[in-house]
């Protein structure tokens, strides 16, 4: 019983994460500025992933007219390696958007990030974000992308 009411008192003292919000459009990311930056120039979302001095892209988006938005026009958009298959799929967001996406397997030998291509209409605009990582080059931590789409992308 001391020990649950001491673990309870420290998650109570624990520091709670702060969170920054960069709007795209009608949409905008929640994201904790201690580990992403973002921003947006010339209608063009950028975000890394930050460790210590260094940043490294994990993710662009942007609003794209005539944009096909399914998993399956995700897949196209991924640059996958003949012989190694891709994901896609549609899923409904904690936000409630519905997000289609889709990764492909590069069959990289090291821990390169896995690119990846998604898209979500909402308001009667379509918006596509894409890891723009394509290679076996690209170092550990790069990528991280799509599930911080996943978990922080919402309706303004």
Same mark, same amino acid.
Not at 138 to 141: H, K, L, N, R, T
């Given at each position: 019983m001391v020990k649950l009411a001491l673990i309870l008192a420290l998650a109570a003292a624990a520091p709670a994460a702060s969170t920054a919000v960069q709007p795209l459009g009608d949409l905008q990311l929640?994201?904790?500025?201690?580990?992403?930056?973002? @921003? %947006?120039?010339?209608?063009?979302l950028n975000v890394s992933q930050v460790n210590g001095p260094e940043r490294r892209h994990a993710l662009s988006g942007r609003a794209v007219a005539g944009l096909t938005c399914t998993p399956e026009?995700?897949?196209?958009? %991924?640059? %996958? +390696?003949?012989?190694?298959?891709g994901v896609a799929q549609e899923e409904v967001l904690p936000s409630g958007l519905t997000l289609a996406w889709a +990764?492909?397997?590069l069959g990289c @030998?090291?821990?390169?990030? +896995?690119p990846f291509a998604a898209c979500v @209409?909402?308001?009667?605009?379509?918006? $596509?974000?894409?890891?723009? $990582?394509v290679g076996c080059r690209?170092? %550990?931590?790069a990528g991280g992308g799509l599930p $911080?789409?996943?978990e922080g992308l919402e309706p303004r």
């Open positions: 929640r994201y904790d500025p201690a580990k992403w930056e973002a @921003r %947006v120039q010339d209608g063009v026009a995700m897949l196209d958009r %991924v640059d %996958v +390696t003949s012989g190694f298959k +990764t492909g397997d @030998r090291n821990r390169a990030p +896995t @209409r909402h308001k009667g605009r379509a918006y $596509l974000f894409d890891s723009g $990582l690209f170092g %550990v931590g $911080l789409l996943r």
